[in-house]
Each structure stands twice: as structure tokens, then as C-alpha cells.
């Protein structure tokens, strides 16, 4: 079976923000070590973990429902908001309580490894967007008139 154009869509940018991603967690790693050597390593590559896991939750509800009503879509993508701050709330809670925890890794390079992560995924998103084909549907204006492009 054939999958439908909002999956392939929404595919693509899944696609394209993990492929962004590993460039963000490429620039982590070398962050982490000039940091704090192998710690801020560890400690970057958790961070940027973390960063792929939000987003990849969110796209991939994206990409299940796809081809679903507006008001299922909506729904779908506040459930799956509230599930992933929970759990990010949930390790912040656990970093409070087990101050161990914390004192194990290094705090810089975690910032650094969700910032890039951040900036990675959103980065190849963004240039997977640019590159699709979506169509758009619009009615008419009889008043206004576009004059036509040379090459469209």
C-alpha cells in the first residue's frame, strides 16, 4: 500500500530533522570534550538525546495521523505535548530529589547537547520544508490581478 502524501510529507521532515540532528550531535560531542573531556562527552550526547526524543515523539504523532481530521490532529498533538513535558518534567523532578544524579555528569555539557540537538533537528526541518512540494488550493480573487512569472 501506497502511503499518503501527508505521510510522505511528514516523513521527510522527520527525515530531514534527524539528519539535522546528527550534524547538532556531531557539534556536541566536540562541545562536551573541549568542556569537560569524557564526562562533557557523555553528559552532551545525553543531552542531545533527550532533544531527539521530544521531537521525535511529536513528529511521529505527526506522522500517524497524518492523513486524520483537523480536530483528531489537534487532539493527537496536545496528548503527545503533554506526555513529553511530563516526562522532561519528571527527570527534572528526579535531578531535584537524587542530587547524585546531577553530580555525576556535567551540567554544561548537557545544556550544550540540547541546545545543539535543538538547533540541529529544527535546522534540517526547516531545509526539509523548503524543499517539499505542498499543495495549495485558493480560490480566485476577481479584483486582483497576478500578472504570470517567467518559468512558472
Known amino acids: 500500500m501506497t502511503p499518503s502524501p501527508n505521510r510522505v510529507r511528514a516523513t521527510r521532515l522527520f ?8 550534524g547538532g550531535l556531531a557539534l556536541a560531542a566536540i562541545v562536551g570534550i573541549l568542556l569537560s573531556g569524557g564526562i562533557g562527552l557523555v553528559s552532551a550526547l545525553i543531552g542531545a538525546a533527550l532533544a531527539v526524543l521530544y521531537y521525535a515523539i511529536g513528529q511521529a504523532v ?15 498533538s496536545l496528548a503527545s505535548y503533554v506526555v513529553r513535558v511530563s516526562l522532561l518534567g519528571t527527570l527534572l523532578y528526579a535531578s531535584i530529589v537524587w542530587p547524585a544524579v546531577m553530580a555525576a555528569v556535567d551540567v554544561r555539557g ?15 526541518v526547516v531545509i526539509a ?24
Open 129 to 152: 520544508f523548503r524543499k517539499l512540494r505542498v499543495p495549495t488550493f485558493d480560490e480566485a480573487d476577481p479584483v486582483r490581478y497576478d500578472p504570470p512569472r517567467p518559468g512558472c
Open 110 to 124: 548537557i545544556f550544550a547537547g540540547i541546545v545543539l540537538g535543538v538547533v540541529g533537528w529544527l535546522t534540517g
Open 62 to 76: 505527526q506522522i500517524q495521523y497524518a492523513d486524520a481530521s483537523p480536530r483528531t490532529i489537534r487532539t493527537a
Open 15 to 22: 527525515v530531514g530533522g534527524l539528519l539535522g540532528w546528527h
